[in-house]
């Protein structure tokens, strides 16, 4: 069930933006949080010989969100020959096979080996133990309101970008 959202005024959304006290805005915060989970994923998977990146990568693959490069780069952001490079690792330590497409042999699917099937367990309980220690300190409930108030960050995204490309098709009629 999704919450009821009140709008806060323009005003109101600047002000929250802005530093704090100790000088640093929400957008500053998401971002040290950020890169305080990657790089501590980073020091967890370096025994892997991998990093946050080829994780990322292969917990899509493993969960099915992707199926293709061009899968990846939309979920990841990032851009093809990042990607390439990233996937030409990932099969050189035979954790990842392209394949071309039954259908279409133009397409070429990505798949776990059978060596990324059987790490990614491995991997998943390594991400897990960053988070959990991340959260050290939180309760359930603070955990269920933080979900809560990300989920409204990413429904604000989804809803802004439906707003601005409807109104850039009315545009263009």
């Not at 709008?7 to 915060?29: F, I, K, N």
């Not at 892997?48 to 952001?77: E, M, P, Y």
């Amino acid at each position: 069930m999704r919450a009821s959202r009140r709008v806060p005024t323009a005003a109101g959304l600047r002000a929250a933006a802005q530093p704090s006290e100790d000088g640093l805005s929400v957008g500053q915060l998401m971002s040290c949080a950020r890169a305080s989970l990657l790089n501590s994923l980073d020091a967890e998977l370096d025994r892997f010989g991998l990093n946050s990146t080829h994780f990322v990568v292969l917990k899509h693959l493993g969960q099915g969100a992707a199926r293709s490069a061009a899968d990846l780069c939309r979920l990841n952001r990032y851009d093809t020959g990042a990607m390439t490079r990233i996937l030409d690792r990932l099969e050189e330590k035979g954790l990842v096979r392209r394949e071309r497409g039954r259908d279409d042999r133009r397409v070429i699917l990505l798949r776990l080996a059978p060596a990324g099937r059987a790490l990614l367990p491995r991997l998943l309980a390594a991400g897990n133990r960053v988070l959990e220690a991340h959260l050290a300190g939180f309760s359930a409930p603070d955990i269920e309101a933080f979900k809560r108030y990300l989920q409204r960050m990413i429904d604000n995204g989804q809803w802004q970008a439906d707003h601005q490309r409807s109104r850039a098709a009315a545009g263009r009629e």
